[in-house]
């Protein structure tokens, strides 16, 4: 009889990194369009062609002078038109009409704020400014963002909205980043019919699958939906040999505990070198979850009720999606709440349950949310998940907790 060799969740994510670290890259490289690159992942730094901005230019309406003229009167020399080169040049005593963005003419090291000025006459030919302005004021310097041939975004960056506005401010229109990574999604049991089917007594939907397609596309990868197997290790077989051909990483739902119809710990360790890494983990739910590495490719054998599944999946699989992207994962989107009433645990587990919230003036409260591993209707009801540390048997009402917002 199998047993697992449990780790804590700190101990299972150190020895899946480290196996991860020493296995053979497998992503390919292509380029894409800077515009659809949210969410990849850089596979070569991006160098600056020119410096940015490429002229001096006002950061509001107003005149751009000498500052060693203020305060004082000035005379206006003309003004700076948007997207124009200054046609002008500021000596002691002038000043020039800028708008904000504008090119701040030669001659002026300063802009003073148009509310700060006093016009002299009719048609503005005079002005008077009413402060002191220190040289630089109102005005942003050529290269002050980024240098000629500066590193502005390293390879392993996951592309946000603001590192493709940056990359197209350069004229950057493609970038070289890696390859999605293909993630077999094989779900197994012989009660488990497509989710557009009737089911009959003692039948389920399989909707782990998609469930986790969603996730994968999510973070970076492109899921590969087997149909679901049944309780046959020859079936099981079949499909690892199918998934180590046409996909990157394999996970594995059900069939990952230590019971005679649980064939995925034997399968794994029959697809490749060097083999289960970590199963079992002190972590509730999700206990018998099982990690591998296979021929340079991870492996995971997942819980098959739906909210152990999801919640193994979001802690365990989807950092390891971006780590074989060669990215950091994402942070956790967080917040702080009060727990409304008191929440028992198993000492010996990190357990994660699921809340909702309430608000009143005194703040957010998070309400525990009592359901089970195998009703996914708990999740749909949740806003958050906090965790009772290992160690502590009881989180007690009132106290101050923080939330991983489901998002």
Not at 125 to 144: H, K, W
Not at 264 to 292: C, E, Q, S, W, Y
Request: proline share 7%.
């Amino acid at each position: 009889m199998r047993s697992f060799d449990l780790n804590t969740p700190v101990q299972a994510l150190a020895k899946m990194n480290a196996a991860l670290d020493a296995a053979p890259r497998i992503l390919t490289r292509e380029s894409v369009s800077t515009e659809n690159a949210r969410d990849r992942v850089l596979a070569e730094d991006v160098f600056s062609p020119v410096a940015l901005p490429e002229f001096r230019r006002s950061t509001v309406d107003g005149y751009a002078v000498r500052s060693t003229s203020t305060p004082g009167v000035m005379r206006v020399v003309g003004e700076v038109r948007m997207g124009e080169v200054a046609g002008v040049h500021v000596n002691v005593g002038e000043a020039a009409l800028v708008h904000t963005g504008g090119y701040v003419p030669e001659g002026a090291d300063a802009v003073v704020m148009l509310e700060q000025t006093l016009p002299l006459d009719v048609h503005t030919t005079r002005v008077q400014t009413r402060s002191r302005l220190m040289s630089g004021e109102n005005v942003i310097q050529a290269g002050e963002d980024v240098r000629a041939g500066e590193v502005v975004v390293h390879a392993g960056t996951r592309l946000r909205e603001q590192e493709l506005a940056g990359l197209l401010s350069l004229g950057i229109t493609k970038v070289t980043v890696v390859r999605r990574p293909r993630v077999a999604l094989i779900a197994s049991g012989d009660e488990l019919v497509a989710p557009d089917q009737p089911t009959r007594l003692g039948q389920v939907r399989n909707t782990n699958a998609p469930m986790l397609a969603s996730l994968i596309r999510r973070n970076g990868g492109e899921p590969l939906v087997f149909d679901p197997l049944p309780d046959r290790r020859l079936a099981f077989e079949i499909a690892a040999e199918r998934a180590m051909k046409e996909a990157d990483m394999v996970v594995f739902m059900a069939g990952s505990s230590v019971g005679e119809r649980d064939f995925v710990p034997d399968v794994v360790n029959g697809m490749g070198k060097p083999g289960i890494v970590v199963h079992g983990i002190l972590f509730r739910p999700g206990k018998p979850t099982l990690f591998a590495v296979a021929d340079g490719k991870a492996v995971f054998g997942l819980p098959g009720n739906p909210i152990s599944a999801l919640v193994t999946a979001m802690f365990f699989v989807t950092p390891t999606l971006w780590r074989i992207q060669g990215a950091e994962p994402p942070p956790f989107a967080m917040t702080t709440a009060v727990l409304s009433e008191d929440v028992k645990s198993p000492r010996d587990l990190e357990h994660w349950f699921p809340v909702r919230f309430t608000g009143d003036a005194a703040g957010l409260r998070a309400v525990p949310i009592s359901t089970k591993s195998n009703l996914i209707f708990g999740m749909v009801r949740a806003a958050g998940m906090v965790c009772v540390p290992i160690g502590v048997d009881r989180l007690a009402a009132g106290s101050e907790v923080q939330v991983r917002l489901l998002i």
